[in-house]
């Protein structure tokens, strides 16, 4: 016998273990369908579970479970990524925290290392397990590690393969850099928050023109130390014949020169900018296009070097801002200061600002490899979901800039390039190999030296579709499993992670690493706001779990995720689908005390009574709609239409209208009845497993004794359309359109509950005059109705009134409502609407408003408006009723 109330906590971790032990995650052979691969997009090692997580997992999960059941050969590839800085500085400060000075460096690089391998053994990956708490089904068998000496290997094979193709070179540029962590930083590791600065003037002396200045605005004033040009637009009238003199620049005596470019917006600032090629990224592409000096003024501290007057020697980049700005203004160089917004960069894992610093790296020509990926979206031959997203991959990838791929730390997958004792660089897979290029280029043997940077973590994880698979062994695995199906992420690393592994996979395999790829939005607060520690607007989802079970999460999850768009999440939402997870629950309880089951033999087509036709027909609609927007990638739909599905037709109304049909005399119908009720059940609990596997595994086991097996090895219910009863649907479909009806307009005109109203059918045909016979019982007790009569003459006045089809149903109610006072109640209710309407139209009305609010307050806005105004025309048409 079920239990009265669902206890996730007792079952779901029971529940995983017995999915694990029976090996259902590994791929089961399949004889006709094509093999279905999901690639897990690696969490950090550092990682725990957060909502975007919880979102990407969920969708992943969702549709593995999917193709399971559908009968494919199914691989989820699981994994994790070494995440080098996060990982890098969670060992450096527990060293800090033992006391060891220096960190990693009084370690030594070897000792360091092997300190993190240790960590990785004892504390990372606690991600995985948290997977694994949200339902999570991957090969974990089959589980990888962008560290482990397999990918490794294919790390050194793709360096050595790129380099030799040219596709891989040293260069000096700029790369954003972190003065704490002391290394290079990718894109996406950079932060942009808009922070209260200065704009500060200064007037630069032109050469030869005593008295004459030309003024430039900049939010740096010490990389002023550094400049080597200064540039105004070509068609600024104000500058024409500026273009070509020199500048000298204060307190360094420079000769610099004026130059037309572009780059000068004459709207911005005064019209004219200073040039620093080695500390700005725009400047330093205006200084490539007109031959100018890169002076880098700072050092990988942040420090001023050398190569700045003496007086600033030695300064940290904040003081020498002070000094510089005292010394510029004591020589009536700086005209005019104003207050600034801008957006500063800052390192998303040491929290510091960012400098562009020029430096040696090592980088990978992505405009080369960015051209087959472009060609392979624009030919259909990997696709975006939505479509939309195309057009962000192509704007990037056709501007692609060169990819720095070095990073100067200590965790990670060190460079496979070595150096002979006068610096010639020889790139191999292993130390012997490069040993043996030595001997053969120098005639004999030379100690060499390894690179010290590792690689940028977006390398490895751009192979991750093929590495994970055995490449660069030709596996059964890679055969079989590439290119994968679909990759599940979201839009804010299709620059870093998707182009990358598109880009990787056309270089090495020939071929897309997955057929399409599935974008979804951001997981953010109630209000529409991005999730973040500081608003303290952060969800837990493991703290959700706890509460409210893994299945309320995830089908709230899915019932959020329309495609396009961003999820607006609340606890409440989870709340409320824990609440349908009870009513599965409760409908199944109802179900086993009423002896419902899966009857041998048991012929949905050949029901004889019409709610029995009836609801096997919904089954096989509700079926084919899940599993079209399933396909589709509609996780929303598919959601909300087995939820509506499930709590309504199901339980609400089926439940409901064959309590009789339970208790009649006639066994044939009781029997029917009982064996439509369990098959449906059942078909529910398959439809639903994808999306909430633990209580509808729990309620398979414990009320059909599992037959077959477990109902994650299932099969997927095949939609037959050949099920649904157009009589029986028109019957019943009637039944529940007229005591929803009833129901409703009781509710709107506040009728007591235990009224049992009279009701009267007027202008009634004779197929509905035969469904009020037939269903007449069904309607008074489910609509609390007393007598049912065929009205005749004129519809009479102070009577509730609904329409159904042709028939006007006519409810006299003024012995149980006060209508007067009823009336001024609903028009008080609707003046005030209207009023909270207005208010709405024209805040929405004022450009301003829209154009300076946040995104997310205009959109709450709106739906606010329209939630009124449905309210108000349903409150009108109960007014119209009575008035």
Not at 116 to 133: D, F, T, Y
Not at 459 to 478: D, I, K, M, V, Y
Not at 601 to 616: E, H, K, Q, S
Not at 675 to 691: E, F, K, R, Y
Request: proline share 5%.
């Amino acid at each position: 016998m079920l239990d009265k109330t669902y206890q996730p906590a007792e079952v779901e971790a029971k529940l995983y273990a017995l999915w694990e032990s029976a090996g259902l995650f590994a791929p089961k052979a399949a004889d006709s369908a094509a093999p279905y691969c999901i690639m897990m997009p690696p969490p950090n090692v550092t990682g725990s579970l957060h909502m975007g997580h919880a979102l990407t997992f969920t969708v992943q999960d969702t549709l593995v479970r999917f193709h399971r059941m559908l009968g494919r050969e199914t691989l989820w590839q699981p994994g994790m990524d070494h995440a080098g800085i996060a990982t890098q500085m969670v060992v450096e400060r527990q060293l800090a925290a033992e006391g060891v000075e220096m960190g990693r460096r009084a370690l030594g690089r070897e000792a360091f290392v092997k300190r993190v391998w240790e960590w990785k053994e004892e504390s990372g990956g606690m991600i995985a397990r948290q997977l694994q708490r949200i339902g999570a089904s991957p090969d974990w068998s089959r589980e990888r590690f962008t560290m482990d000496e397999g990918l490794s290997r294919a790390v050194r094979r793709a360096f050595v393969s790129l380099y030799r193709k040219g596709l891989i070179y040293r260069d000096k540029r700029l790369v954003n850099w972190d003065c704490k962590l002391q290394t290079a930083v990718s894109d996406l590791e950079v932060q942009q928050t808009e922070t209260n600065g200065h704009l500060w003037h200064l007037a630069y002396p032109v050469e030869g023109e005593p008295g004459r200045t030309i003024t430039v605005a900049t939010t740096r004033p010490e990389t002023m130390l550094g400049d080597t040009g200064v540039a105004v637009h070509p068609e600024d009238e104000r500058f024409r014949e500026l273009v070509g003199k020199q500048v000298i620049l204060p307190l360094v005596g420079r000769r610099i020169p004026i130059v037309a470019d572009e780059y000068s917006d004459p709207e911005k600032g005064t019209g004219a900018v200073k040039i620093t090629p080695a500390h700005d990224f725009n400047d330093f592409e205006v200084g490539r296009r007109h031959g100018l000096e890169a002076i880098s003024i700072l050092d990988e501290h942040g420090r001023v070097n050398d190569n700045a007057p003496e007086a600033y020697r030695g300064l940290d980049r904040f003081e020498a801002r002070k000094r510089v700005l005292a010394d510029l203004e004591a020589q009536g160089v700086l005209v005019a200061t104003e207050q600034h917004r801008h957006m500063v960069p800052h390192g998303d894992r040491s929290g510091t600002v960012l400098e562009p610093f020029l430096t040696d790296q090592w980088y990978c020509d992505a405009a080369t490899l960015a051209k087959p990926a472009i060609e392979a979206v624009e030919s259909g031959a990997a696709r975006f979901v939505p479509k939309q997203w195309e057009n962000t991959y192509f704007e990037w990838m056709r501007n692609i800039q060169p990819w720095c791929i070095s990073r100067q730390l200590w965790w990670g997958h060190q460079i496979p390039a070595w150096y002979g004792p006068d610096g010639q660089v020889f790139v191999e897979e292993s130390e012997e190999a490069a040993q043996e290029a030595a001997r053969a280029h120098y005639g004999s043997e030379v100690e060499i030296t390894r690179d010290e940077d590792v690689l940028d973590t977006w390398f490895s994880s751009g192979l991750w579709p093929f590495s994970t698979l055995g490449w660069p062994e030709q596996t059964p695995e890679l055969a079989r499993f590439y290119p994968t199906s679909v990759l599940v992420t979201g839009f804010d690393i299709i620059f870093f992670w998707v182009a990358r592994m598109m880009m990787m996979g056309l270089e090495f395999m020939g071929e897309v690493p997955f057929r399409e790829i599935y974008i979804h939005g951001l997981v953010r607060d109630e209000k529409g706001a991005k999730m973040s520690k500081s608003k303290g607007n952060v969800i837990d989802p493991l703290g959700l779990i706890d509460r409210y079970g893994a299945d309320a999460l995830r089908v709230s999850i899915l019932a959020s995720t329309a495609q396009g768009r961003d999820i607006k999440f609340g606890e409440s939402r989870v709340e409320g689908y824990r609440n349908f997870v009870t009513k599965l629950w409760n409908a199944a309880r109802f179900i086993e005390m009423n002896e419902g089951r899966l009857a041998p033999g048991f012929d949905p087509a050949a029901c004889r009574t019409p709610l029995n036709r009836w609801i096997v027909g919904e089954t096989a609609k509700a079926a084919a709609a899940a599993t079209e927007a399933l396909r589709a990638y509609r996780f929303n739909e598919a959601a909300l239409g087995l939820y509506h599905f499930t709590w309504s037709t199901y339980c609400d109304w089926y439940v409901e209208l064959a309590k009789p049909l339970l208790a009649s005399e006639d066994e044939a119908v009781r029997e029917e009845t009982r064996a439509t009720a369990g098959w449906v059940l059942a078909q529910i609990l398959h439809l639903l497993h994808p999306m909430a596997p633990f209580v509808t595994e729990e309620l398979w086991a414990r009320l059909f004794k599992a037959p077959g097996g477990m109902l994650a090895a299932a099969s997927w219910p095949m939609p037959d359309r050949a099920l649904v009863d157009e009589d029986a649907e028109a019957e019943l479909s009637w039944l529940t359109r007229a005591i929803g009806a009833v129901r409703a307009a009781r509710t709107e005109l506040n009728v007591p509950p235990g009224a049992r109203l009279r009701l009267l059918a007027f202008n009634a045909d004779a197929t509905t005059r035969a469904r009020l016979e037939r269903h007449g019982e069904a309607l008074a007790r489910l609509a609390r109705l007393g007598a049912i009569e065929i009205g005749e003459g004129a519809v009479p006045g102070n009577a509730l009134q609904v329409v159904v089809d042709e028939a006007t149903f006519a409810m006299p109610v003024a012995d149980v409502v006060d209508l007067a006072q009823e009336a001024q109640r609903l028009r008080k209710e609707i003046a005030r609407l209207e009023g909270e309407i207005g208010k709405i139209e024209q805040k929405l009305a004022n450009p301003k408003f829209v154009e300076r609010a946040p995104a997310e307050v205009v959109e709450e806005q709106r739906e606010r408006q329209v939630d009124a105004e449905a309210t108000r025309d349903r409150l009108a048409a109960a007014l119209a009723r009575i008035a």
